[in-house]
């Protein structure tokens, strides 16, 4: 599975690392979902972010980005899981992507897999100047 998502990732990923997602006529799953940051591990190979905050169908969500390093340390790979608590139960979902730094800010471009069978391309932006984490959420599947 893990094979799967990142070669479908990487025949997409072309395309969403443009700026005009409308472009690709990718639809919002939800708003524009504001996260808090409870974490930032850095380490020499990782770096671990969590956070936390509502969002629309999921939730209080929990997630945790794990951020490996490219050879010049301003990108790689990102992957990691969320949890989204509700009243009619919990969502779980996994996620793998690619990241990079753009004037500061951390970038994120991933496929998520949720447990209701539902597959969002997610982009968040980090800026760790100001702790602000921001995640939106497009239809895949």
Same mark, same amino acid.
């Given at each position: 599975?893990?094979?799967?998502?990142?070669?479908?990732?990487?025949?997409?990923?072309?395309?969403?690392?443009?700026?005009?997602?409308?472009?690709?006529?990718?639809?919002?799953?939800?708003?524009?979902?504001?996260?808090?940051?409870? =974490?930032?591990?850095?380490?020499? &190979?990782?770096?671990?972010? =969590?956070?936390?905050?509502?969002? &629309?169908?999921?939730?209080?969500?929990?997630?945790?980005?794990?951020? =490996?390093?490219?050879?010049?340390? =301003?990108?790689?790979?990102?992957?990691?899981?969320?949890?989204?608590?509700?009243?009619?139960?919990?969502?779980?979902?996994?996620?793998?992507?690619?990241? &990079?730094?753009?004037?500061?800010?951390?970038?994120?471009?991933?496929?998520?897999?949720?447990?209701?069978?539902?597959?969002?391309?997610?982009?968040? &932006?980090?800026?760790?100047?100001?702790?602000?984490?921001?995640?939106?959420?497009?239809?895949?599947?």
């Amino acid at each position: 599975m893990k094979q799967w998502v990142m070669a479908f990732f990487c025949c997409v990923a072309p395309l969403v690392l443009a700026d005009g997602h409308g472009e690709l006529g990718l639809e919002k799953r939800q708003p524009d979902a504001p996260m808090t940051v409870t =974490s930032v591990t850095l380490g020499q &190979e990782t770096t671990a972010i =969590s956070a936390q905050g509502d969002m &629309e169908g999921y939730g209080k969500v929990y997630v945790t980005y794990h951020l =490996s390093y490219n050879a010049d340390r =301003s990108g790689g790979t990102v992957d990691g899981q969320g949890r989204g608590f509700t009243e009619a139960g919990v969502a779980s979902g996994r996620f793998q992507g690619f990241w &990079e730094l753009v004037d500061g800010v951390v970038i994120m471009r991933n496929v998520v897999s949720i447990t209701d069978n539902t597959m969002n391309l997610d982009v968040i &932006e980090f800026n760790p100047l100001t702790e602000e984490l921001r995640v939106k959420a497009y239809i895949l599947k």
